[in-house]
């Protein structure tokens, strides 16, 4: 009986999934056409487009979204519920499930309120950051903390709403782990950031002072994902006003920004994007529109985007490699060596208030400042009212600095304005997955350093490829890390690297 | 009674037709979104891209093809069927039923079909061509022919097939019209040109022989553009292998090519696709998304590209306004006069094989062998065998010319390897459409050619957004013709302007 069942099953099984499969495809199909016009409108589109770009992008979101909550979906993944299926097919029955259940408990209504109201949050930040008026702003975050609640109720009444709207950016990982995470870090960089303060170590930081003609940067920054094996044939370099990556396994793009007076912010950008790029580059081909075929979330596509930037962009070996290209293109800068630019591209903004700025350590506080506060706001712990003086607060105990302005506070960034609470973890928890991936990567692979001081980038390609593209989604996220890794996902690599690298660099 | 009856039908007509309205918005915005993919395909893509391309392009086909062939869309168009609907509507309603019609006729899987002989048909003219072998490609020019007779016969068994093929690049104008013009047409040129071949006239057709670097070039095309008024906020200029225009009334893009030892062919194809753009950008904003706001068909829009190519930008006002610009770009022609100028525009390559190469005369006559060809093999006139032979004949009767191979013969387009039959024809009744519209702006407008010279191009501009961009799909063709210039559609006016403007040149 029990054999005859599962033989049934399994007949029924693969049409069912194959069917589902076939309807994935259709509407990631749909979602990655809205890829490329969102790359389109944010690099090439001119700006009068906006009015027929806005209704294309809403046709192709709503037709994805009535297909993946279509009761066609649901009876396909209705039947393969005890459907007896191999890791492969029961991980992709999974994420497709994860997905579809999500969308369809969203009541259509309220992803539009949700919607508008960020299409008045937008200009309403805007003007308040102008004006240094948070008051201007209230009204609008009240609001999407409302919308945002109701929207967490929804998909799941009985949880923390924070966690749920979490699991919007990271489906994978609880936000116990995430918080604990956080909270190590916190208790690391804070008093670390008041000994580098201290510290008497006198850094090159002016190695790249001066005008760096953006002609010339654009050409270092080709120079720079030529060097790391960015395949061209399958990508694009330009120019956006927020650095971003876009695409799938075929054709995947990346855009950077330059800045006359800063030459390192144009190079570490297009290496983090490279990061990101190479990730997308990496999943299987055969995979495209499943699955098996997406980057797995944001922490991991972070980690890949930090793991270039940092360990490899900021590390001295490859300031070995490139610093001789930077001299060519820039003759102003002969005289450094590769101790300086290493110095230069690591020093500690240690009194800079703005997190885009910031740099590779007290990014982290930055963040967890965020994270605390839009916690709180969501658990229905913090007033937004209150916010500011919070905010100001919290700057002055982390990173010893107290905002003069909330424009250079809590009005800085654009994310609240889109009721996307949640997304800001993402960041500093990319970054410490980055230290353990590299970690393990320098365990495996003899001679890393020296392979990239000689510019052999292949045996690290090799490893991310082989350990973290190739999968997909098919692992959650500690499953991947820990497969990855054979450790559990903490900040252990993360805290040992930046003892070891800013204990040297600040004599601490 | 019948006054109860038309408010009932009044009452009823708005909501039937609001909703048929939001459905062909949607679809249209699907549609629009695919332009997008198109131009990126084309202009920006990395090669690599392609696999992604061709399925995001055939999931928002087919999207598109489910909601214009629905049966929501057809009840919708049946409840319209014996509304009273003013003339706006009623023409909305005509065009939105024609697409719907002919899709829904057509057996999904024949158009499948029709895509994989595409597909395999394409690289066997690429090396039919490139081998000069014609046997190679005459069996899948022969299944085109098989499958585009059942497409024909499946919209309409009683007609005949080439018109129905013909209907679908222009669905409003009889091919009756389409033969008189092309007959007409022949009968002026064939003798025109042989009084060409036998002019004695010596024009200045070397004023552009040299080398012109392509950046120049460039910067050329952006003068020209800005120059005759094309609105960058709305638009860009690329470079792709075949110029193209791509968009809508709110972001019309234009691309150009370039040949460094040909600075006129970039130009007139600037000039070209610049027509194209400003009828899109011309179309009512307010109607986008619905057939009043999409352009009539491809002759109309032939007519745009041409007149601006060749009634304004082969022109002797245009070349008094324009030379002193090309003369700053390029030294080499200072000593140019602008009656060279418009000598080297408008001299005719009789002895040219090449229709992309050709001139404005000779031009209808590759158009004609072409035409009358397809027309015959849809017929069953014509077998596939034959046609290298019947062309060369062709060639020799109208042109005076024979060409040696097929690759420089009846290989040279790739227009039969798509199956495209009934699209050639498009090409000349553009230019004779566009001959007819000038004529008549000429009438309207007090002395068109002096504000040309001075660089004022508005009044044209507006009589042709006036007569031609603001109706959209509104008219058919020979009404918005009529409309427009107050005659019929004929080759009468075109006849009267190569006439007087080759007379004069070759002092026929």
New interface residues.
């Given amino acids: 009986m029990a054999t005859e069942a599962t033989a049934d099953d399994a007949t029924d099984a693969p049409e069912a999934y194959e069917a589902l499969l076939d309807r994935a495809?259709?509407w990631n199909?749909?979602g990655?056409?809205?890829g490329?016009?969102g790359w389109?409108q944010q690099v090439?589109?001119?700006?009068?487009?906006?009015?027929?770009?806005s209704?294309?992008?809403?046709?192709?979101s709503?037709?994805k979204h009535d297909m993946l909550t279509a009761e066609e979906t649901a009876d396909l993944l209705e039947a393969l519920a005890d459907t007896d299926l191999n890791d492969e097919r029961a991980a992709v029955v999974r994420e497709i499930r994860r997905k579809h259940e999500r969308a369809a408990a969203v009541p259509v209504e309220l992803v539009e309120e949700i919607s508008e109201a960020s299409s008045e949050a937008l200009p309403a930040w805007e003007e308040a950051k102008a004006t240094d008026d948070f008051d201007h702003f209230a009204p609008h975050l009240e609001r999407h903390v409302e919308l945002k609640r109701e929207y967490a109720e929804a998909i799941d009444p009985d949880s923390d709403p924070y966690a749920v709207l979490f699991a919007d950016y990271e489906p994978c990982l609880s936000i116990d782990r995430a918080e604990a995470i956080l909270t190590e870090l916190r208790e690391t960089l804070v008093p670390m950031i008041d000994a580098i303060r201290d510290s008497d170590a006198d850094l090159a930081v002016d190695t790249f002072e001066g005008t760096f003609p953006v002609d010339e940067q654009e050409a270092l920054s080709r120079d720079a994902l030529e060097l790391v094996g960015y395949?061209?044939?399958?990508?694009?370099l330009d120019v956006s006003s927020h650095p971003f990556t876009s695409?799938?396994?075929?054709?995947c793009?990346v855009t950077t920004r330059f800045d006359e007076s800063d030459p390192l912010g144009a190079i570490g950008s297009t290496i983090h994007e490279f990061g990101h790029a190479q990730y997308n580059l990496g999943l299987p081909?055969d995979h495209?529109?499943t699955p098996l075929g997406e980057s797995r979330d944001l922490s991991v596509h972070e980690s890949q985007s930090r793991l270039w930037e940092n360990h490899v962009g900021r590390s001295k070996p490859f300031w070995e490699l490139f610093l001789p290209t930077v001299k060519d293109r820039f003759p102003q800068v002969a005289d450094a060596t590769v101790q300086d630019a290493y110095e230069a591209a690591n020093q500690v903004y240690e009194d800079n208030l703005i997190r885009v700025e910031a740099d590779e350590l007290t990014y982290h506080l930055h963040i967890i400042v965020r994270f605390e506060i839009e916690r709180d706001l969501v658990r229905g712990d913090l007033a937004v009212e209150d916010v500011p003086e919070v905010w100001n607060d919290k700057y002055e105990e982390y990173l010893g600095i107290r905002p003069e302005t909330d424009a250079e506070g809590c009005l800085q960034d654009i994310h609240w304005s889109h009721g996307n609470f949640g997304y800001f973890p993402t960041y500093s928890l990319g970054s410490v997955m980055a230290a353990q991936l590299y970690a393990a990567a320098e365990e495996a692979i003899d001679d890393l350093e020296g392979a990239i001081a000689e510019g052999d980038f292949d045996p690290l390609h090799e490893w991310l490829a082989e350990n973290v593209h190739r999968h997909g989604s098919r692992y959650e996220t500690n499953e991947l890390v820990e497969e990855a890794t054979g450790k559990p996902y903490t900040a252990d690599a993360f805290v040992e690297y930046v003892e070891r690298k800013y204990g040297e660099l600040y004599a601490l």
């Fill in positions: 495809r259709r199909a749909i990655s056409a809205a490329v016009l389109d090439m589109m001119p700006e009068g487009g906006t009015p027929a770009r209704k294309q992008l809403s046709a192709l709503s037709v395949d061209f044939s399958r990508g694009r695409g799938n396994q075929f054709d793009r081909k495209w529109g």
